[in-house]
């Protein structure tokens, strides 16, 4: 199963954005929180997980479990 962090770290990419332009456009303090999600670390609230949606033109269903094949 694919998870949130590596959801996070492909859709970031796909949108050509580094981890300092997406915290940047969500509102996190630095690329370091944006880091620790992709790296499973730790995990943004649901306003957060709101925000990257929009920010990473996804659904929340595809970003937290993946795309149905």
């Known amino acids: 199963m694919v998870t949130f962090?590596?959801?996070l770290r492909?859709?970031?990419r796909k949108n050509r954005l580094t981890q300092e332009m997406l915290a940047?456009?969500?509102g996190?303090?630095?690329a370091t929180t944006i880091s620790?999600?992709?790296?499973?670390?730790?995990?943004p609230n649901i306003?957060?997980?709101a925000k990257?949606?929009?920010?990473l033109n996804v659904e929340l269903t595809?970003?937290?479990?993946?795309a149905k094949s």
């Open 5 to 7: 962090s590596k959801n």
């Open 10 to 12: 492909y859709y970031r």
């Open 24 to 26: 940047n456009k969500i």
């Open 28 to 30: 996190v303090h630095s």
């Open 36 to 43: 620790n999600w992709e790296l499973g670390n730790s995990s």
């Open 47 to 49: 306003y957060l997980l």
């Open 52 to 55: 990257l949606c929009e920010t």
């Open 62 to 66: 595809t970003l937290v479990y993946g």
